[in-house]
């Protein structure tokens, strides 16, 4: 019976010291990654579709009508200036032109023989062997005869002018576009021939809406990009028209450059401006949680001896190569968490990592890939 009771006294004791509850042992705080902001170059940019033109381009027509004849070039091919082209039937133009000259010929032989029998008239009048009739009658010839020779020649001018407009010539030097006529094509004044533009030096036009080109100045960088976002060359705006079109309300904005990339007149190429630069904080995309539409920053600062995170509503601004530039909110020098971001909660302890990077942004290049909100 006293070995019974020591039992039961035993087990009650066990029993009364498991149904205490040990206190909770707090988590260690979670370590985190941070960052340091530091303010850093940033582009206010849009990009647009651009249209290339050539300074120097012109539809060749003919100012003559006839058969085309012979055809000198072929599309592509770089000309000089007043390099043949195309060239009309000239037969009837050239047989004109030799009878000109015949009548040419035939005139100046008359006038030369007026001009010694005045000389003749003369003399003899002098020495009184000539009336003052027969005078004024020799003069008159050989006024007559200039005057016939002088049309003459005009007449030969005329038609070496007119066969020469039986060959069309490039206006200047100059790459030629698709030949549009062949040979024994009957051709008139209306009819198109060919074209002839020059690439060395090229202009490219954009339309950007109106708010935004009343930000432009003449001298706004411009840059053109290749089919990847990568520069290709830069220039400067020297055009900004006056009036927006009526239908659009875009305003067309020019910029003129010299072509080292190859790109060809009428091209569509990927065009952006750079507005402005200035200095802005960059936030890495990781650290932005957003909540119902806000965005919000955890700012790792130091409370009662330890550190924990507070989370701290942002506005942002361009969202460039995995980075957002901050409009307001945060301040040079805070730091914020950039992993375990899903963890965290407000006012929670943590523990910073080995020092963090001392600066968050990439470059202005990167950040210029894409417009501000907002739009163009």
């Known amino acids: 019976m006293k070995r019974l ?9 066990v029993s009364g010291c ?6 909770p042992v707090a988590p260690p705080p979670r370590e985190i990654e941070v960052i340091s902001l530091t303010p850093h170059e940033v582009r206010d940019t849009g990009e647009y579709l651009g249209s290339l033109l050539s300074r ?5 027509l003919p100012q003559v009508a ?22 009309v039937d000239a037969r009837e133009e050239t047989a004109a032109l030799d009878s000109a000259e015949a009548q040419l010929g035939s005139s100046r032989v008359e006038r030369e023989l007026a001009h010694r029998l005045l000389t003749r008239v003369e003399t003899l009048h002098q020495e009184g062997l000539a009336s003052a009739q027969e005078l004024e009658t020799a003069r008159a010839r050989a006024q007559t005869a200039e005057a016939t020779a002088r049309a003459s020649a005009a007449q030969v001018a005329q038609r070496q002018v007119q066969l020469q407009r039986h060959v069309v010539r490039a206006p200047f030097a100059g790459i030629v576009d698709d030949v549009l006529v062949r040979v024994g094509d009957f051709v008139g004044a209306s009819t198109q021939l060919t ?5 060395e030096v090229l202009e490219v036009s954009v339309s950007v809406p109106a708010t935004r080109a009343r930000t432009l100045r003449t001298d706004t960088p411009m840059e053109v990009l290749d089919a990847k976002g990568q520069v290709l060359l830069t220039t400067s705006v020297f055009f900004i028209a006056p009036q927006a079109d009526p239908r659009t309300q875009l305003v067309e904005v020019k910029a003129v450059f010299r072509n080292t990339s190859d790109l060809r007149p009428n091209e569509l190429v990927r065009v952006r401006i750079v507005y402005a630069v200035r200095d802005a904080l960059q936030l890495p995309t990781p650290a932005v949680v957003r909540q119902s539409g806000q965005p919000f920053a955890l700012v790792v600062r130091e409370k009662d001896g330890g550190t924990v995170v507070e989370r701290r509503p942002i506005t942002l601004g361009a969202l460039g190569d995995r980075t957002y530039v901050v409009e307001a909110g945060l301040q040079a020098g805070d730091r914020v968490a950039v992993s375990s971001i899903q963890a965290l909660r407000d006012g929670m302890p943590v523990k910073v990592k080995a020092a963090a990077r001392a600066d968050a942004g990439p470059s202005p290049q990167t950040l210029a890939n894409v417009p501000s909100p907002g739009g163009r």
């Open 5 to 13: 009771w020591t039992l039961v006294v035993w087990v009650a004791a």
């Open 18 to 23: 498991a149904g205490e509850s040990a206190p």
């Open 56 to 60: 120097q381009s012109v539809t060749l």
């Open 66 to 87: 006839g058969y085309v004849r012979r055809i000198h070039v072929h599309p592509g091919q770089q000309v000089e200036e007043g390099a043949p082209l195309v060239e």
């Open 195 to 199: 074209r002839v533009a020059r690439a």
